[in-house]
């Protein structure tokens, strides 16, 4: 399975973003689903991911901000970002853990916010 991410780009500090990540197979098993980031010089962080349940977990860094869904009919994750700070700066990517120790990423998106 391959995962497609899209919808990085540039905005501006209290601006908005939405990110999509489409995969080439079958989403329906995927436990979580979801987003990552990396900051330049730091590691890879959980961002926000929605189960196979539906249920959502976000970093204390972005709850309330941004908004993780999931559609397993289209194949697909969303994270929609609102409230962005110069701090969400970083690469963008897209995780499925599709069983144990089977996980899938995509190729990462940037997102830059400008103050």
């Known amino acids: 399975v391959q995962l497609q991410a899209s919808g990085g780009g540039l905005a501006q500090a209290g601006g908005s973003l939405r990110l999509s990540c489409v995969a080439s197979?079958?989403?329906?098993?995927?436990?979580?689903f979801g987003w990552y980031r990396q900051l330049l010089g730091k590691p890879r962080e959980l961002v926000a991911t929605?189960?196979?349940?539906?249920?959502?977990y976000y970093a204390d860094s972005v709850q309330g901000r941004f908004t993780v869904s999931r559609d397993d009919s289209k194949k697909m994750v969303s994270l929609q970002m609102n409230s962005l700070k110069p701090e969400d700066t970083a690469v963008y990517y897209c995780?499925?853990?599709?069983?144990?120790?089977?996980?899938?990423w995509g190729q990462g998106t940037l997102v830059t916010v400008s103050s």
């Open positions: 995780y499925a853990g599709a069983a144990p120790c089977v996980d899938y």
């Open positions: 197979g079958s989403t329906s098993n995927f436990h979580p």
């Open positions: 929605v189960n196979k349940y539906g249920e959502e």
